[in-house]
Protein backbone atom coordinates (compact mmCIF):
# COMPACT_ATOMS: atom_id res chain seq x y z
CA UNK A 1 0.00 0.00 0.00
CA UNK A 2 1.14 3.30 -1.08
CA UNK A 3 1.70 5.70 2.21
CA UNK A 4 0.79 9.01 0.82
CA UNK A 5 1.94 11.63 3.26
CA UNK A 6 2.04 15.49 3.93
CA UNK A 7 4.66 17.38 4.99
CA UNK A 8 5.62 21.05 5.85
CA UNK A 9 7.73 23.02 3.13
CA UNK A 10 9.04 26.37 4.08
CA UNK A 11 11.12 29.20 1.61
CA UNK A 12 12.90 30.97 3.41
CA UNK A 13 13.24 34.85 3.13
CA UNK A 14 17.08 34.21 1.36
CA UNK A 15 15.05 32.74 -1.20
CA UNK A 16 11.98 34.90 -1.54
CA UNK A 17 14.75 37.60 -1.61
CA UNK A 18 16.52 36.14 -4.69
CA UNK A 19 12.89 34.97 -6.47
CA UNK A 20 14.05 31.72 -6.35
CA UNK A 21 10.51 30.24 -5.38
CA UNK A 22 9.14 29.63 -8.84
CA UNK A 23 12.29 27.24 -9.35
CA UNK A 24 12.09 25.65 -6.04
CA UNK A 25 8.45 24.79 -6.41
CA UNK A 26 9.13 23.43 -9.64
CA UNK A 27 12.10 21.38 -7.86
CA UNK A 28 9.10 20.07 -5.97
CA UNK A 29 7.04 19.35 -8.64
CA UNK A 30 9.57 17.74 -10.60
CA UNK A 31 10.80 14.98 -8.14
CA UNK A 32 7.11 14.17 -7.75
CA UNK A 33 5.67 16.43 -4.94
CA UNK A 34 2.39 17.93 -5.55
CA UNK A 35 1.81 21.72 -3.69
CA UNK A 36 -1.50 20.56 -1.87
CA UNK A 37 -1.87 24.63 -0.21
CA UNK A 38 0.56 27.43 -0.60
CA UNK A 39 0.71 31.09 0.86
CA UNK A 40 3.04 33.65 0.69
CA UNK A 41 3.47 35.57 4.38
CA UNK A 42 5.22 37.62 6.66
CA UNK A 43 5.34 36.25 10.12
CA UNK A 44 6.07 38.02 13.08
CA UNK A 45 9.24 37.37 15.61
CA UNK A 46 6.73 35.99 18.35
CA UNK A 47 5.33 33.88 15.64
CA UNK A 48 8.69 32.75 14.28
CA UNK A 49 9.85 32.18 18.23
CA UNK A 50 6.31 30.07 18.86
CA UNK A 51 7.07 27.65 15.43
CA UNK A 52 11.01 27.33 16.17
CA UNK A 53 9.86 26.63 19.93
CA UNK A 54 12.02 23.32 19.86
CA UNK A 55 15.01 25.35 19.63
CA UNK A 56 14.48 27.67 22.23
CA UNK A 57 17.31 26.57 23.93
CA UNK A 58 19.94 27.04 21.39
CA UNK A 59 22.48 29.30 20.67
CA UNK A 60 21.22 30.14 17.48
CA UNK A 61 17.17 30.33 18.57
CA UNK A 62 17.22 34.28 18.32
CA UNK A 63 19.09 34.42 15.26
CA UNK A 64 16.95 31.84 13.75
CA UNK A 65 13.75 34.04 14.61
CA UNK A 66 14.76 37.21 13.87
CA UNK A 67 16.10 35.78 10.13
CA UNK A 68 12.46 33.87 9.72
CA UNK A 69 10.55 37.33 10.41
CA UNK A 70 13.04 39.17 8.65
CA UNK A 71 11.08 39.16 5.17
CA UNK A 72 8.32 37.30 3.38
CA UNK A 73 8.42 33.39 3.15
CA UNK A 74 6.06 30.47 1.34
CA UNK A 75 4.82 28.39 3.14
CA UNK A 76 3.15 25.18 1.48
CA UNK A 77 1.72 21.52 2.48
CA UNK A 78 3.61 19.22 -0.01
CA UNK A 79 1.98 15.59 -0.57
CA UNK A 80 3.84 12.44 -1.76
CA UNK A 81 4.20 9.11 -0.73
CA UNK A 82 6.76 9.22 2.28
CA UNK A 83 6.48 12.85 1.94
CA UNK A 84 8.77 13.79 4.98
CA UNK A 85 11.63 11.47 4.20
CA UNK A 86 11.62 12.11 0.76
CA UNK A 87 11.36 16.35 1.38
CA UNK A 88 14.53 15.91 3.58
CA UNK A 89 16.55 13.88 1.19
CA UNK A 90 15.26 16.69 -1.92
CA UNK A 91 16.64 19.09 0.61
CA UNK A 92 19.90 17.91 1.61
CA UNK A 93 21.98 18.60 4.98
CA UNK A 94 20.82 21.85 7.03
CA UNK A 95 24.53 23.41 6.18
CA UNK A 96 24.38 23.96 2.41
CA UNK A 97 28.40 23.51 2.90
CA UNK A 98 27.86 19.61 3.85
CA UNK A 99 24.65 19.04 1.22
CA UNK A 100 25.29 16.64 -1.28
CA UNK A 101 25.13 17.91 -5.11
CA UNK A 102 21.87 17.98 -6.38
CA UNK A 103 20.14 19.14 -3.55
CA UNK A 104 18.04 22.21 -2.62
CA UNK A 105 20.31 23.42 0.05
CA UNK A 106 23.38 22.70 -2.27
CA UNK A 107 22.15 24.49 -5.27
CA UNK A 108 20.65 27.60 -3.49
CA UNK A 109 21.70 27.51 0.32
CA UNK A 110 23.83 30.60 1.45
CA UNK A 111 24.80 29.53 5.05
CA UNK A 112 23.43 27.39 7.96
CA UNK A 113 21.01 29.98 8.37
CA UNK A 114 20.24 31.21 5.02
CA UNK A 115 19.81 27.73 4.05
CA UNK A 116 16.84 28.62 1.76
CA UNK A 117 14.18 26.09 2.85
CA UNK A 118 12.91 23.78 5.73
CA UNK A 119 11.09 20.44 6.12
CA UNK A 120 9.61 18.83 8.93
CA UNK A 121 11.90 15.96 10.35
CA UNK A 122 9.10 13.77 11.52
CA UNK A 123 5.74 13.23 10.36
CA UNK A 124 4.70 14.36 14.20
CA UNK A 125 6.00 17.33 13.15
CA UNK A 126 4.53 17.36 10.01
CA UNK A 127 1.36 17.33 11.51
CA UNK A 128 1.78 20.31 14.17
CA UNK A 129 3.83 22.21 11.51
CA UNK A 130 0.84 21.96 8.86
CA UNK A 131 -1.80 22.95 11.71
CA UNK A 132 0.48 26.29 12.83
CA UNK A 133 0.00 27.60 9.27
CA UNK A 134 -3.07 26.17 8.01
CA UNK A 135 -5.24 26.17 11.08
CA UNK A 136 -8.27 25.78 8.74
P1 LIG B 1 15.66 24.41 9.68
O1 LIG B 1 15.54 23.09 9.01
O2 LIG B 1 14.70 25.48 9.29
O3 LIG B 1 15.54 24.19 11.26
C1 LIG B 1 16.17 25.02 12.20
C2 LIG B 1 17.14 25.97 11.57
O4 LIG B 1 18.13 26.51 12.43
C3 LIG B 1 17.96 25.25 10.52
O5 LIG B 1 17.15 24.96 9.41
C4 LIG B 1 19.09 26.24 10.26
O6 LIG B 1 18.78 27.18 9.25
C5 LIG B 1 19.18 27.00 11.59
N1 LIG B 1 20.46 26.81 12.27
C6 LIG B 1 21.33 27.79 12.57
N2 LIG B 1 22.42 27.30 13.19
C7 LIG B 1 22.24 25.97 13.29
C8 LIG B 1 23.03 24.90 13.81
N3 LIG B 1 24.21 25.10 14.38
N4 LIG B 1 22.53 23.64 13.73
C9 LIG B 1 21.31 23.41 13.16
N5 LIG B 1 20.53 24.39 12.65
C10 LIG B 1 20.98 25.65 12.70
Redesign the pocket.
Known amino acids: MSNLEQTLSIIKPDAVERDLQDKIKEEFTKNGFNIFKEKKIHITKTEAEEF?KV?QTKI?YNN?CEYLSSGPIIVMILEKVEAVAENRKLMGA?DPKKAEEGTLRKKYGLS??K?SV??SDSQENAKKEILFFFKD
Open positions: YHFLTIDNHG
